[in-house]
């Protein structure tokens, strides 16, 4: 019988702690494209200023991601979790009694500020210090599990509680839901303790950031992450809204979500296992084609209730499943130690490319009262995205090659 020890128990602890925090903060943030119609006629506004707040969230998000992810590497996963959980509940009860555009704008910006802190920067981090470089993607691909498990199990539940108590008694709920985040912080604090996380300790952080914005390698990872923002952040904000537009029932919306939620429970682990066997820049490029050719697909098809669903499954399997293999790239080329704030800074760019991909959506429905064109744009990029991969270098830096 093989022995328990704190070299196997703490990551475990680490994996379970930072997928329960995704799961909650994932199927939160994935729920407000629910409260898009709602707020928008509660306000009398078009839908350009809450795709506009929307977008500042997620590039609140962005902008915190490297900050929480350098206030992680230095002052532990697990304070640096605490301080963006704190962030969201301010955010989310602000939410509660909208009056203003300001409300919302300021409210959505709070919130994604903080949800950096609990979110993939962070965590991601703190697995990557502390599990072995031989599954290292496979277990960043089950953390990323929980967070999509959470937009699975977590929206259509919203959105029934939308329904049964109103967009705004509902964000109290909410309020609640997100404490319980407090409990899980903790487990972040054991990725210190791993062996893992010490590699590198004589890199001071200005020479690694200095390294890897000389890198060619990336500079690609970090623009091909934007379009991963731009796609996932326009479906997750516009999809319901399109939807209705297409005469479906409400519900539709909220299960497209949670499907794609599920789905990606899938994609996240089946493409963490194969990144561990098989080059992540191979299957980036994959997973970015593949989305290239669904949306093309889509824009096509007939809309009904199947040919929706069907659709959100199979985006579902593509969503972020190009977040472990790029955490996965960065950690192989530079080393786990500053993974926090590498990762963050690349995930800046996610988040920008998340800004423009809702702020856009709002745009161009109210200037042409159609999605048609986003839909190409989403196209477009999914192939400029794929394309970027190719150059990529997927060998350790020769800082690290040296001490191997």
Same mark, same amino acid.
């Given at each position: ?9 703490? $990551? ?13 903060? =994932? ?67 602000? @939410? ?10 300021? *409210? ?21 210090? *502390? ?12 953390? @990323? ?10 929206? $259509? ?23 319980? @985040? ?57 999809? %319901? ?7 479906? $029932? ?44 669904? =949306? ?27 977040? $472990?293999?790029? *955490? ?67 060998? %350790? ?8």
């Amino acid at each position: 019988m093989r022995k328990i020890t704190n070299e196997n128990l703490l $990551p475990i602890l680490v994996i379970l702690g930072g997928g329960t925090l995704l799961f909650i903060s =994932f199927g939160i943030r994935h729920s407000f494209g629910l409260y898009l119609l709602p707020i928008s006629n509660h306000l009398n506004t078009g839908r350009e200023v809450f795709g506009f707040a929307a977008a500042l969230q997620v590039l609140m998000i962005g902008i915190g991601s490297p900050i929480f992810g350098g206030l992680s590497d230095k002052y532990g996963s697990g304070k640096a979790s605490l301080l963006g959980i704190i962030l969201v509940i301010v955010g989310l009860a602000w @939410m509660i009694n909208v009056q203003t555009s300001f409300d919302i704008i300021a *409210s959505q910006a709070l919130f994604g500020l903080g949800g950096a802190g609990c979110g993939t920067a962070v965590v991601m981090g703190a697995v990557g210090r *502390s599990v072995k470089t031989k599954n290292r993607t496979l277990a960043l691909g089950v953390v @990323m599990a929980g967070g999509s498990f959470g937009q699975f199990a977590m929206v $259509p539940f919203i959105g029934y509680l939308i329904e049964l108590l109103g967009w705004s008694r509902s964000l109290l709920y909410l309020c609640f839901i997100a404490a319980i @985040m407090i409990l899980f912080s903790f487990a972040l604090n054991f990725s210190s303790k791993s062996e893992s996380s010490k590699a590198g300790t004589d890199q001071t952080l200005k020479e690694a950031l200095k390294e890897a914005f000389q890198s060619r390698s990336y500079n690609f990872l970090t623009l091909a992450f934007f379009v991963c923002g731009f796609h996932v952040t326009f479906v997750a904000v516009h999809l %319901p809204a399109f939807i209705e537009d297409e005469q479906l $029932p409400f519900w539709v919306g909220g299960w497209a979500l949670a499907l794609i939620g599920l789905f990606n429970v899938i994609g996240t682990i089946y493409f963490g296992y194969l990144g561990d066997r098989l080059s992540k820049k191979y299957l980036l490029t994959l997973l970015y084609s593949l989305r290239g050719l669904l =949306f093309l697909v889509f824009i096509f098809l007939p809309k009904t209730e199947l040919t929706v669903l069907v659709f959100a499954c199979i985006l579902g399997i593509l969503w972020l499943s190009t977040v $472990p293999l790029t *955490s996965g790239i960065i950690t192989v080329v530079f080393g786990p130690y500053y993974m926090s704030m590498l990762y963050g800074i690349a995930f800046l760019s996610h988040q920008l490319g998340s800004f423009l991909g809702s702020w856009l959506g709002g745009r161009l429905f109210d200037t042409y009262g159609s999605y048609d064109l986003m839909w190409w744009i989403c196209v477009a990029l999914g192939f400029i995205a794929a394309a970027m991969h190719l150059p990529i270098i997927e060998k %350790p830096v020769q800082r690290l090659a040296v001490k191997s």
